[in-house]
């Protein structure tokens, strides 16, 4: 079969996609099925110098990064790169939160900073033209496994289903929450949490994001191995369009009461839930998971 | 269950309610409700199996009660310092008209533990009133009216200062009536809790 051809550009970046591209435990075999015409790291056809310079064949251009009009890569504006293979390419997939929402870099001195066709939760409309042809993967980093099942599913010409950022439902439709180790200590509102144990939930005092925040972290493991809840550290949210936020560690209260509850849960449902479960001690939950 | 078994209940609950209010939970029996309502001893167990689950259920329905009113108090378009009084006068004015209401939970929610011990553990039995009390002190903090801090230091300023008023009219020590307080215990509470 024809190798699929795809193009990663690096815009406003620490580069942070790119190393977890390179976790992708079966990466030999995607490189039989792709052939990046470049790539900031991995073996190329073609320099970035020959990518400006010339219209190069290719069917995925792959952003990472943050875009901003100002932003200069090797001597050109770096949205004139997009906009000269956007019209080669069939798919357009920005790589992580910053190409999808603009992430830390919104913090940077450069003027209107913003991922390619949002700036946190609100539609740019800079890139109208480019944003039937785009897919979002957001992340901080990206999962590799989700990034590269989504260029297969373009590769086979799939029809994706889309959230409103352009994502794909299908690992973006789950909360993080879902399929996380803690789900008893949540139910049951153990929240005696320290980091890096594997007991008790870390919605209450440590910040996590998870029954917010939308991705497939405890669906799809990192590296198949693990994700920050499961390891005891909480989700921080780096696939929304408001991350990166301050305060991770903590989670925001009113009167003791969370002020970001479970999505689609109102605060009706929630204290009334949470009150009745609280009354109760479940022995079980309230000790070590080893003893010794 | 249909209607009409809803309705007889809640007739059995409200009856239950006052005398067990009154005479206290001890000495009110199910043959004294039964008597009250006319209906046999054997028809009343066919609506609760005993005097504990009926208490149990009298406890949540005045939750349910006070729980109803705080939810339309707190739906309304108002100032914390406007709710602070109108949960206050809500309370003081069921105390007024439908005393027994207060009085089963200060007389007897409060002190026969024991009753409650199983099935009303926490709050369990109360939670729709507590749910309404922690989304007021919620949403004043966010809004900047309320200062944040625990929510009992603050749930307890509320309600020891209002049961405490009750019961005080209850033990006939107050020389006014309950409303003619309501301004001056909103304002301590809201001055109390306030940023």
């Known amino acids: 079969m024809k190798k699929t051809r795809v193009l990663w550009l690096t815009l406003m970046s620490c580069n942070g996609n790119t190393h977890s591209f390179l976790n992708y435990p079966y990466i030999e075999q995607f490189l039989n099925d792709f052939e990046f015409i470049y790539h900031p790291i991995i073996d190329s056809d073609y320099t970035l110098e020959e990518i400006i310079s010339q219209d190069i064949a290719c069917d995925i251009l792959l952003i990472e990064g943050s875009v901003a009009d100002d932003f200069i890569k090797a001597g050109v504006p770096g949205i004139d790169i997009i906009k000269r293979y956007a019209k080669i390419v069939e798919k357009i997939v920005t790589v992580g939160t910053c190409a999808t929402f603009g992430g830390i870099f919104r913090e940077s001195n450069y003027k209107d900073v913003s991922g390619l066709h949002f700036q946190e939760e609100r539609r740019t409309d800079k890139y109208n033209d480019l944003f039937e042809k785009t897919v979002s993967i957001s992340g901080c980093p990206v999962h ?13 010409g799939l029809s994706l289903k889309l ?25 049951y509102k153990v929240d005696n949490h320290h980091f890096g144990e594997l007991e008790g939930c870390m919605f209450y005092d440590h910040g996590c994001r998870g029954p917010f925040t939308h991705g497939s972290c405890n669906k799809i493991l990192w590296n198949e191995v693990n994700s920050k809840t499961r390891a005891g550290l909480p989700c921080m949210g780096c696939t929304e369009p408001s991350f990166p936020k301050r305060n991770i560690f903590e989670t925001k209260k009113n009167m003791g009461i969370p002020e970001f509850l479970p999505v689609g849960v109102s605060k009706r449902t929630y204290l009334t839930l949470a009150g009745i479960t609280k009354a109760f001690t479940i022995d079980r939950l309230e000790k070590k998971l080893f003893d010794d | 269950m249909n209607d009409k078994k809803e309705q007889k209940k809640e007739q059995i609950i409200v009856a239950s309610l006052h005398l067990f209010a009154t005479k206290g939970f001890y000495n009110t029996t199910i043959p004294d409700i039964a008597l009250s309502l006319k209906m046999s001893v054997g028809n009343m167990y066919n609506y609760f199996k005993s005097k504990d689950l009926l208490a149990k259920e009298i406890i949540k329905f005045v939750s349910s009660y006070f729980g109803r009113k705080i939810k339309a108090i707190n739906e309304e378009n108002i100032s914390t310092k406007e709710k602070t009084r109108k949960i206050v006068e809500v309370y003081f004015q069921t105390a007024l008209l439908k005393p027994e209401m207060i009085d089963y939970f200060l007389r007897i929610y409060l002190s026969t533990r024991e009753v409650f011990k ?16 922690m989304i007021y002190f919620e949403e004043g903090v966010k809004c900047g009216d309320l200062r944040d801090q625990d929510f009992f230091s603050a749930f307890g300023l509320f309600m020891g200062y209002m049961g405490g008023m009750v019961f005080l009219k209850g033990e006939n020590v107050l020389p006014k009536e309950l409303d003619q307080y309501i301004d001056d215990v909103s304002s301590n509470i809201y001055k109390a809790l306030s940023a």
């Open chain 1, 144 to 156: 590799p496994e989700v990034l590269v099942s989504t260029l297969y599913a373009i590769k086979k």
């Open chain 1, 163 to 187: 959230d409103a950022y352009l994502r794909p439902k299908e690992y973006f439709s789950y909360t993080i929450h879902n399929g996380c180790t803690r789900n008893e200590y949540f139910e």
């Open chain 2, 118 to 133: 199983e099935g009303c553990e926490g709050m369990i039995c109360v939670n729709d009133f507590v749910t309404e009390i």
